[in-house]
Nanobody
């Protein structure tokens, strides 16, 4: 069992920055993949970035590459999402998720075993 608690969402103007945190508790994350998804109204949940807990391999969707950075703190079992140069199209509910069963980053939401509650990010123009 893993519990994920997200913090850090909010309202920001275009061009601004936000940092999201996702703190994990419970099982070891040694072989896990931690990911951030987002879901905008009327759209499917999409993978935007992920990191493998052991090797540090990262993935970024083209839509956020160069603007968003994923990082982790092993001791705190926390993953962060630094979002810079935010755009109105980044407005969505952001979710962190963990895949405990495979070390390969998957873009399929169904591959992930546990999810955070979601945090709203709103970017005004």
């Amino acid at each position: 069992q893993v519990e994920l608690v997200e913090t850090g969402g909010g309202l920001v103007q275009a061009g601004g920055s936000l940092r999201l945190s996702c703190a994990a508790s419970g099982r070891t994350l040694r072989s896990a993949v931690m990911a951030w998804f987002r879901q905008a109204p009327g759209k499917e949940r999409e993978l935007i970035t992920a990191i493998s807990w052991s090797g540090g391999t990262t993935y970024y969707a083209d839509s956020v590459k160069g603007r968003f950075t994923i990082s982790k703190d092993n001791a705190k079992k926390t993953v962060y999402l630094q979002m810079n140069s935010l755009k109105p199209e980044d407005t969505a509910v952001y979710y962190c998720a963990v895949d405990l069963t495979r070390p390969i980053i998957s873009s399929r939401p169904r591959a992930y075993d546990y999810w955070g509650q979601g945090t709203q990010v709103t970017v005004s123009s």
